[in-house]
T-cell receptor
Framework: KAGVTQTPRYLIKTRGQQVTLSCSPI?????VSWYQQTPGQGLQFLFE???????NKGNFPGRFSGRQFSNSRSEMNVSTLELGDSALYLC???????????FGQGTRLTVV | AQTVTQSQPEMSVQEAETVTLSCTYD???????LFWYKQPPSRQMILVIR??????QNATENRFSVNFQKAAKSFSLKISDSQLGDAAMYFC????????????????FGKGTKLSVIP
């Protein structure tokens, strides 16, 4: 069974640009969550999508957005990039209640 | 809101020895899940062990076991017979149970403990 796939693995962007990250969950998993990991703030929840609907959102500005497609693949978008957006972005795929989340290898975003 | 605290930013252990990583959490819920995830330098978050709050028995997975104290809201991870491959960041995480189609599977993480294994 294929794991959670995140693309791209590495990304370098300039301040003010926008970026789109992609996550393909494990087949059959309907929930996809996104987390931002930085040395200072640790792992912070961005948002969760379930069956194409956002059902929970973390405390991030509106520049961070996401969506989920009918095949459960998810994208997150960050507009007007700031230096502080440099981080590892992790996607987690979840098969349902009373189970654990499975993580992708992350996308390392560097904003210069 | 739930919070998770890992009070040991770094720890080290001799190969083949035992080490215990601490985690405390705060919640008003009675039903929840607790996890320990391992993140090696490859950055892949790997589940080490999980514990359901309604189960009194402590979870065990090979060399990994937990000491779950629900009243004290404590969830420590014990690694026995430490191996070089155990060196990684370890994160304690909390999750409400959620229900399929409702609720949320959001994880709340601690800041992590960096474990070094000394040969």
């Amino acid at each position: 069974k294929a794991g959670v796939t995140q693309t791209p693995r590495y990304l370098i962007k300039t301040r003010g640009q926008q970026v789109t990250l992609s996550c393909s969950p494990i087949s059959g998993h309907r929930s996809v969550s996104w987390y931002q990991q930085t040395p200072g703030q640790g792992l912070q929840f961005l948002f969760e999508y379930f069956s194409e609907t956002q059902r929970n959102k973390g405390n991030f500005p509106g520049r961070f957005s996401g969506r989920q497609f009918s095949n459960s693949r998810s994208e997150m978008n960050v507009s007007t990039l700031e230096l502080g957006d440099s981080a590892l972005y992790l996607c987690a795929s979840d098969p349902g209640a009373r189970t654990e989340a499975f993580f992708g290898q992350g996308t390392r975003l560097t904003v210069v | 809101a739930q919070t998770v605290t890992q009070s040991q930013p770094e720890m080290s252990v001799q190969e083949a020895e035992t080490v215990t990583l601490s985690c405390t959490y705060d919640t008003s819920e009675s039903d929840y899940y607790l996890f320990w995830y391992k993140q090696p330098p490859s950055r892949q978050m790997i589940l080490v062990i999980r514990q359901e709050a309604y189960k009194q028995q402590n979870a065990t997975e090979n060399r990994f076991s937990v000491n779950f104290q629900k009243a004290a809201k404590s969830f420590s991870l014990k690694i026995s017979d430490s191996q070089l491959g155990d060196a990684a960041m370890y994160f304690c995480a909390y999750r409400s149970p959620g229900n399929s189609g409702a609720g949320s599977y959001q994880l709340t993480f601690g800041k992590g403990t960096k474990l070094s294994v000394i040969p």
